[in-house]
C-alpha cells in the first residue's frame, strides 16, 4: 500500500439522539434490526445469517448475510459514548492481514437529533470504490433513520 483514500458519508438524524445513534452501532439487537432494514433495501431475496458484537476496545463484530461471500468483521480501535466510534472494516482474509482499513464514526449533537459523519479510509487500491463506499455508508445512515428514527 502507499498512499490511503476516503470516503465520506453524513447524516442528519432528526429525532435520534446522540447516544442512541452510539448505541445501535454498538447493541446487538439494535444492529440486527437496522440492518436487517438496510439488507432488504439491497436484495429483497436476502436474510441476516449472523451478526456478533463484542463493543469493547480490541472487541470484534461480525456481520455475514444469505449472499453468497457477503461478510465483514473488525476490531474496535475507540469508543468514546456518545461521540466517537473507530473500527477496522475487513471483507477478505487478506484485508484484515494488511490492517488498512479504518472506519470512524463521529456523532454531534444537533437540536432534538444529531449530525453523523462516517469517514472509511482505506488502502489506494480502493480508489475506484469510494463512491460506492460512501453511498453503502449512506444508505445505513439511511435505514438506521428509517428503522429506529
Known amino acids: 500500500m502507499t498512499g490511503r483514500v476516503v470516503a465520506i458519508a453524513q447524516h442528519d438524524f432528526g429525532s435520534l439522539s446522540a447516544d442512541e445513534v452510539y448505541q445501535v452501532w454498538t447493541d446487538p439487537a439494535l444492529l440486527t434490526r437496522w440492518m436487517a432494514e438496510h439488507l432488504k433495501e439491497q436484495d429483497p431475496a436476502a436474510a441476516l445469517a449472523r451478526i456478533e458484537v463484542s463493543a469493547a476496545i480490541g472487541g470484534r463484530f461480525f456481520f455475514a448475510d444469505t449472499r453468497e461471500g457477503s461478510a465483514a468483521w473488525g476490531y474496535y ?4 459514548r456518545p461521540k466517537h466510534i473507530v473500527f477496522s472494516w475487513f471483507v477478505s482474509p487478506e484485508e484484515e492481514q494488511e ?12 437540536g432534538a437529533g444529531c449530525a453523523v459523519t462516517i469517514t472509511h479510509e482505506m488502502g489506494d487500491e480502493w480508489a475506484d470504490y469510494v463512491d460506492r463506499t460512501a453511498a453503502a455508508w449512506r444508505s445505513m445512515l439511511q435505514a438506521i ?4 428514527g
Open 77 to 80: 480501535k475507540a469508543l468514546e
Open 145 to 148: 433513520d428509517v428503522t429506529l
Open 99 to 110: 490492517d488498512n482499513s479504518d472506519v470512524t464514526i463521529e456523532i454531534t449533537p444537533a
